[in-house]
C-alpha cells in the first residue's frame, strides 16, 4: 500500500511539473528550453513565429505555433495542456504586433481597450495579469537563465580607455533616464554625445544608425528599466549587438565598448562574445 501511495505521489508531481514556453525569435528560447528539460519540466512550446518553432521544436515536448493577438485562443491551449506555469521568452518586436493588430481576438481586444497607453510596460503587464488572472503563473527568466547574468567586471581583454569610462559613466544615466520613460534600454555615445537613442526599430538598428554617423567605434550602453518586469523583456545582448557595432564595409573596428548592466542583463554565448570582442580590439564590461 504505502508504495502505491508514493507512486501516485511521484505521478501527481510529475503532472504538476509543466511549462508553457512562449517563444519569440532569436537563441534564448531553446536555451531556456533546455534548461528546463534538465530541470524535470514537461515543456510545452509555444512559438511565435516559424523562426521560433524551428529554434525550438527538437527540444520540447510539444509545440503550436500561435500569434500573440490570439489571447483567449492561446490561454485556452494552456487550459487544455492542463498547464499552470508560463515563461515568456526571446524577441517580440513590438512594430510586427503593430503591423498585426487586425488580426487581435475580442480577449486581446478587451484587454488593449483598457490600457493608458500602448508602450511595452502597459502590454507586458496587462498580458501577466491576464494570464494569472486565470490560474497561469507567469515565472522570470531568470528563474532558468541565471547563468547568464555577469557580475560586475571587465569581460575582454582589452580595458577600456579613460575617454571610454567617461563615456559609459554619461551613458549609462542617460539610458536609466529613457528606460524610465519606457523608450528604450539602449544608447550609443562617442565623446559624451549621445548619437543614437533605442526605440521602436530595437537595439541592434540603433546601433547600426549611430555607428554610420560616427564613422567608427563607438560606446554602447545597455540597461534594465527601474521598474522592469522580470517576467518580461530583460535586456539581452548576443553576437548581433556585436556585429552591429562593424562598420558595413569594412567588416572590422578598432576599439569599441559594449556596457552592460551587471546581474540585469543577459548575455548569450558569453564565450563567443568575447572572442569576437577579442579578435575585433573591442571591450565588454558589466557595470552597476
Avoid at 495542456?81 to 512594430?95: C, Q
Avoid at 494569472?132 to 557580475?151: A, C, D, M, W, Y
Avoid at 556585429?243 to 548592466?261: D, H, R, Y
Wanted: aromatic share 6%; net charge neutral; charged share 25%.
Amino acid at each position: 500500500m504505502n508504495s502505491l501511495i508514493q507512486k501516485i505521489d511521484i505521478e501527481k508531481q510529475t503532472a504538476t511539473k509543466a511549462l508553457g514556453l512562449v517563444a519569440g525569435e532569436g537563441k534564448l528560447p531553446a536555451i531556456l528550453a533546455q534548461s528546463a528539460k534538465e530541470r524535470g519540466y514537461r515543456v510545452v512550446g509555444f512559438a511565435l513565429s516559424d523562426t521560433a518553432a524551428h529554434q525550438i521544436d527538437q527540444i520540447v515536448d510539444k509545440i503550436y505555433q500561435i500569434a500573440p493577438g490570439q489571447m483567449g485562443r492561446n490561454r485556452q491551449l494552456f487550459d487544455n495542456e492542463g498547464l499552470k506555469e508560463a515563461v515568456f521568452v526571446g524577441k517580440v518586436p513590438k512594430i510586427n504586433f503593430l503591423r498585426n493588430i487586425t488580426k487581435l481576438d475580442w480577449t486581446a481586444i478587451k484587454i488593449i481597450s483598457k490600457l493608458p497607453s500602448m508602450n511595452d510596460d502597459a502590454i507586458q503587464f496587462a498580458v501577466g495579469d491576464y494570464l494569472e488572472g486565470n490560474g497561469i503563473k507567469v515565472l522570470t527568466q531568470s528563474e532558468f537563465l541565471r547563468h547568464l547574468f555577469p557580475e560586475v567586471g571587465i569581460l575582454t581583454k582589452r580595458q577600456p580607455t579613460v575617454e571610454e569610462y567617461a563615456d559609459i559613466n554619461y551613458g549609462f544615466k542617460m539610458a536609466k533616464e529613457i528606460a524610465r520613460l519606457d523608450i528604450g534600454q539602449t544608447v550609443v555615445v562617442r565623446n559624451r554625445m549621445i548619437l543614437a537613442i533605442e526605440a521602436i526599430e530595437g537595439t541592434d538598428e540603433a546601433i547600426k544608425r549611430a555607428v554610420n554617423y560616427a564613422r567608427g567605434p563607438v560606446v554602447v550602453v545597455k540597461v534594465a528599466k527601474p521598474n522592469q518586469d522580470q517576467r518580461f523583456d530583460i535586456p539581452t545582448v548576443g553576437l548581433s549587438t556585436l556585429n552591429s557595432m562593424l562598420l558595413p564595409e569594412q567588416g572590422k573596428t578598432s576599439g569599441g565598448v559594449l556596457a552592460i548592466e551587471a546581474k540585469e542583463t543577459m548575455v548569450v554565448e558569453e564565450e563567443q562574445m568575447v572572442g569576437f570582442c577579442n579578435d575585433h580590439d573591442m571591450t565588454m564590461v558589466a557595470v552597476s
